[in-house]
Every structure is written in structure tokens, then in C-alpha cells.
């Protein structure tokens, strides 16, 4: 058994861990009610946006200015992955890391395929396995705003316009509940027509033309589809964290009560020992 000195020192260390995980528990929490309502308030209207997107898409051609609905042979592939800048969010990042792997090795296995990181995790993860890391915007959390992402977002769109790419994907956590994060696997470009789009394309009326709203709506909808994406990751983020530290504060909280009673059990025996150590000289001088 460990001695008292060595047991009262892991007990005051994982006393110290627990205060630190019950903190950043606090911080995740209050930072998931902002992030929550922010993704909660955007997912109707991006639904909303991404609905009329791929109907409008599906009654035009690229002559007409749909060059975002052009279907080609998938030889380049750009993978957009997000996932955050720091870590102890259990398996937050590494969900995503591991799906976007798994598609370079087995579906896109005969593609060349890129990578643009948002989130310093997958970001550092990738270019050290020497993946084909493209860009990286982990800067993106420090000022999380709709201009910022349609920056990367009209980066995104003009590669593939430009022939550069004949697939983009977007991977990220979906925000459930603070328990449970949907890993997704969207396609962002080119635009996919609805199955149905006979039945959806008479629903509406162009004013003024088709070109105009193809110029306007078409790139605000994927601009707005990317930023809905990165709201779900942070707030995904700050759910897995905050669970994540709940546990770890659990545990500490058992491995402490633990050690306290293996404290308890060596200091009982000690005194015994010492105990016995006296009555035994005793009866020794008796002797």
C-alpha cells in the first residue's frame, strides 16, 4: 500500500483537477446558452433558404447562370472540415477527423482530395498525418461573424466555378442536445435538385428574372449554409465540452472519496502498528 505522504499528495492533486474541470464546466455551460439560441434563431431561416436554393437550382442551367448546380466527373474533391480550436471536448473533434479519413481513404480513394480546415484540431491533426491540407482559418472563432465565413465561403464557391474542384463537402458536429452531437456528411457544391422538382419548380414566381436571383440568392444561400454549419459546430463544441467536464468532475470527484478512505485505511493501520510496536516493548521490558 502506498504510503500516507505519496496518498495525500494524489488527493490534493486530484482535488485541484476537479476545481479546474467543475470551472471550465461553468464556462462551456454559459457559453452553450449563447451559442445555442445563435443556432436555434439561424436553422429555420438557413433551412428556409436552403429549400428555395436547390429548387431554384433545379429549373436552371448553367447558360442561365447556374455554374453552381454543374455536375462533372468527381476527380477533385475539397473537403471542408470544422471543428474547433482547443481540445477536452471528449470525442468532438476526433469524429470529425475520423469521418474525413475514412472518405479520403474509401470513397474518394480514386480522387485527389484537399482539405480546408476550420478549427485548429483538425487542422494541425491532418498536416501532420501529411494530408493535403489547402487552407486553414482557425482564426474564424476569435471574431465568429456571418462576413467572416462568407469569405471562406466565396473562396470555396470560386474554386469550384473555376473548375478547380468538381465536389465539395462540409463536415461538422450538428447540435442535438448537449449530450449529443450529429456528426453530418453534406454536400455543398454542386447544388443537388430536389428528387421531386416537377412538383416544386410551378411554387414560384421570378421577379425580376431568373439570372438576377441565381446572382443573388444562389451565393447567399451557400454563404448562409456554411455559416449555419460552423454555428452547429460551436455550439456542438461547447455541449461536448461541457458534458465532457461534468464526467471528468465525477470521476475526480469518486477517485478523491477513493483515496480518502485508502488514506484513512494506511493511517488505521499505521496507528496499529505503532500500537502494537509499544505494547510489544513493553512486555519486552516486563520480561
Known amino acids: 500500500m502506498a504510503n500516507l505522504k505519496e496518498i495525500r499528495i494524489r488527493i490534493t492533486s486530484v482535488g485541484s483537477t ?98 480546408l480546415s476550420i478549427g485548429k484540431k483538425s487542422s494541425e491533426d491532418f498536416t501532420k498525418n501529411g494530408f493535403n491540407v489547402l487552407s486553414t482559418h482557425d482564426e474564424l472563432y476569435s471574431d465568429l461573424t456571418f462576413d467572416n465565413t462568407s469569405e471562406i465561403a466565396q473562396r470555396i464557391m470560386d474554386a469550384f466555378t473555376n473548375t478547380e474542384y468538381d465536389k465539395v463537402v462540409v463536415l461538422y458536429n450538428q447540435f442535438k442536445n448537449a449530450a449529443t452531437q450529429i456528426v453530418m456528411n453534406e454536400q455543398f457544391l454542386p447544388i443537388e435538385s430536389p428528387e421531386d422538382s416537377e412538383s416544386t419548380i410551378g411554387d414560384y414566381i421570378f421577379e425580376p428574372n431568373q439570372k438576377d436571383i441565381v446572382e443573388t440568392l444562389i451565393p447567399k444561400s451557400l454563404k448562409t449554409h456554411l455559416f449555419k454549419a460552423v454555428l452547429d459546430s460551436y455550439a456542438s463544441e461547447h455541449g461536448a465540452r461541457m458534458t465532457a467536464m461534468h464526467k471528468a468532475t465525477d470521476n475526480a470527484g469518486e477517485l478523491k472519496k477513493e483515496l480518502t478512505l485508502s488514506y484513512n485505511k494506511a493511517r488505521q493501520a499505521a496507528i496499529t502498528n505503532e500500537i502494537l510496536e509499544i505494547v510489544g516493548g513493553a512486555e519486552a521490558l516486563k520480561g
Do not use: H, W
Not at 452553450?32 to 429549373?59: C, F, G, H, W
Not at 469524429?95 to 479519413?101: D, Q, T
Open 18 to 115: 476537479m476545481q479546474i474541470t467543475s470551472a471550465m464546466k461553468m464556462v462551456s455551460a454559459a457559453k452553450l446558452k449563447r451559442a445555442q439560441d445563435a443556432i436555434t434563431q439561424m436553422r429555420p431561416y438557413a433551412n428556409k433558404l436552403t429549400e428555395l436554393l436547390v429548387n431554384l437550382s433545379s429549373t436552371l442551367d448553367s447558360s442561365e447562370g447556374g455554374d453552381y448546380s454543374e455536375k462533372r466527373d468527381v476527380k477533385k474533391v475539397l473537403l471542408v472540415t470544422i471543428t474547433s480550436n482547443r481540445g477536452l471536448c471528449g470525442g468532438f473533434n476526433a469524429n470529425i477527423i475520423k469521418k474525413a479519413k475514412s472518405l479520403i481513404i474509401n470513397e474518394y480513394k480514386d480522387a485527389q482530395t484537399d482539405i
